[in-house]
């Protein structure tokens, strides 16, 4: 079946680092991708989606593209700040007729001041 | 921000007692999905509609809850006999089509003791 690999579980970052998640998927044909980020006490927002190859997705600060070849849909961003801890979450919807989501792991993002 | 709201925002019962919580989806949004976020961050899908039809459930939303999206009122979801198990966070997900993106509930948090 359809699934999405985070490897990272959590990460630990410093004002101003760069940050990447790394999130790979499995699915056939064109799933749409999406990152998530859930603060503690609230439902997930989304961040931003993409629905074809190398199409690149981007909100505040945050970007990733779209990776066929790869299957991959990384997020990064080149200044982290404190206000940037959160879970993050890489989604994918199908598109064949079964549109529930595939949610990754979670990476738990801390980013200390 | 999400406009989708979910009431109430926390919920305790006793084993064997019934739990209902209601969401109010974006408005024009007539796709609602229902997921069970456990203490792990891992998302399991329940049950979405479309209107005031169901399309899709998993085993467990058929057996022992029940859900309802009734045309004019907050859709809900009904545990019909908790269990330690069920404690967890609800998300209600709206969004325009089966396809579209889903924006997020801030989600009613269970406790079964």
């Given at each position: 079946g359809d699934s999405v690999t985070q490897t990272e579980g959590q990460v630990a970052l410093s004002e101003e680092d760069f940050l990447t998640i790394h999130c790979n998927y499995s699915a056939s044909g064109y799933p749409t991708?999406?990152?998530?980020?859930?603060?503690?006490?609230?439902?997930?927002?989304?961040?931003?989606?993409?629905?074809?190859?190398?199409?690149?997705?981007?909100?505040?600060?945050?970007?990733?593209?779209?990776?066929?070849?790869?299957?991959?849909?990384?997020?990064?961003?080149?200044?982290?700040?404190?206000?940037?801890?959160?879970?993050?979450?890489?989604?994918?919807?199908?598109?064949?007729?079964?549109?529930?989501?595939?949610?990754?792991?979670?990476?738990?993002?801390?980013?200390?001041? | 921000n999400s406009k989708v709201i979910q009431t109430p925002r926390y919920l305790v019962k006793g084993q064997g007692q019934k739990a209902k919580m209601r969401c109010i989806p974006e408005k024009g949004h007539p796709?609602?999905?229902?997921?069970?976020?456990?203490?792990?961050?891992?998302?399991?899908?329940?049950?979405?509609?479309?209107?005031?039809?169901?399309?899709?459930?998993?085993?467990?939303?058929?057996?022992?809850?029940?859900?309802e999206c009734p045309s004019n009122s907050p859709c809900s979801l009904e545990i019909q006999s908790s269990e330690a198990g069920d404690s967890a966070l609800y998300l209600c997900a709206s969004s325009l089509g089966q396809q579209d993106t889903q924006y997020f509930g801030p989600g009613t948090r269970l406790l079964v003791l």
């Open positions: 991708l999406f990152w998530y980020v859930q603060y503690p006490g609230e439902g997930p927002q989304l961040l931003f989606r993409a629905s074809r190859d190398k199409e690149k997705g981007s909100s505040r600060g945050f970007e990733a593209t779209y990776d066929k070849g790869t299957t991959s849909f990384h997020l990064r961003k080149a200044s982290v700040q404190e206000s940037d801890s959160a879970v993050y979450y890489c989604a994918l919807s199908p598109n064949t007729g079964n549109y529930k989501y595939v949610f990754g792991a979670g990476t738990r993002l801390k980013v200390i001041a | 796709v609602v999905f229902w997921y069970q976020q456990n203490k792990n961050n891992e998302f399991k899908f329940l049950i979405n509609f479309q209107n005031q039809e169901v399309l899709q459930q998993i085993d467990m939303t058929e057996k022992r809850f029940s859900a």
